[in-house]
């Protein structure tokens, strides 16, 4: 079988790439590892906005463009070759938007979709707690009905871009009696309500792109419930599918594989071209076998999309695919540069442009967020092989 890009999508994939080359002329920014979580840039959300590539797949009625999920991966694969600052729209554009079209009512079709799609919407994941983070139905934010509104209390964390989101899609408890996955509700909460309140958390690679949210005693309006009350952990189950089945999970750290590919050719050790040694030929070779791999199976997970699904057990395999590529991938340029790759950008002797140390570190997290890679194994096997799960 061949797999082939029709002329639409070849001549998107180089609209893309020139609004991309274009603004890298005008140095509008430097490609970075991670751009898509940690690269926050409102003035380019807002030009990628203009382009009409933010909410490409949703109905022309909310101004989308009703293009397929394959069209949208070839907008984000490209961002991700560039390492251009996306994270302002990333997730809203992702699977918050999808799931205020499936779940939400008119009202709240008309009024956050087209905004997301100006640029003007940046909404941050309220899901995990110190307490709840893989066995999230575990959670204990409460949302207690008094007249309408819902008094929220209780504490998000690992929010991304939590300094910058003006919204939060929060999943918090509306029945305290129900089982534990039957009593969640889904919210899309503006930041600005009185006694919300966020603090950066620092992580190993210094950022600061994430936050600890807390709600005390905040006064959500019950318009802001998407869907039926209760169903939430429904809707974040299908939603996380859209979350972990993007080409984010394979090539976030792009520039630094480039700057690899670059490096092994141009470094010279011992008079012999690092390529030319057998053994790092090998890896290489390796690591680009599963590279396309992992696109085929980001591309396989966005065709599930388009057939109007979840693609729950493709987006599962393919994150730990991906996600096991990134991780390889870090290493393996840590290994190469030894001494040389904590440097950091500034230094005269670091390597691609200081890249590695960041990508090393960040790189712990990945099989972590989004779902962890033992979790997801546990999906692979209950849902795609029919092992016995517990
Ligand atoms: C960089 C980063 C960004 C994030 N961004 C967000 C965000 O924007 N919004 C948000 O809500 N959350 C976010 N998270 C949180 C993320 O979703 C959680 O870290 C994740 O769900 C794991 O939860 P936990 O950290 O509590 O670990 P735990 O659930 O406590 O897991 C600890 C370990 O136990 C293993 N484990 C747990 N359960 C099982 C099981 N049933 N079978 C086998 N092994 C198991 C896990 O694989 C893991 O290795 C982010 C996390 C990171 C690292």
Redesign the pocket.
Known sequence: MEFGFTVEQEALRREVRDFLEDELRRGLWQPQCDAWIQGFDPAFTKRVAARGWIGLTWPRAYGGHERSYIDRLIVTEEMLRYGAPAALHWFADRQIGGGILRYGNDAQKQEFLPRIMRGELYV?????EPEA???LASLTTRAELQGDCFIVNGQ?T???GGSFINYIDLFARTDFQAPKHKGITEFLVPMNLPGISRIPMI?ITGTEA?NDIFFDNVRVPRECVIGELNKGFYHVVEELAYERGGMERLMGNYPLYDGLRRFVVETKRNGRRLIDDPRIRTTMAELEVEFEVGRLLMYRAASVMDEGRPPTVEASVSKVHGTGFEQKLANLVMTLLGPYGPLKGWAPLAAMRGLPMHSYLASK?YS????????LK?IIAGRALGLPTQ
Do not use: H, I, P, R
């Open positions: 941050g994941l309220g899901m995990s983070g893989s066995d998000k690992w929010t991304s992580d994430w997290g972590l967020q989004a779902g962890s890679t033992e979790v546990n």
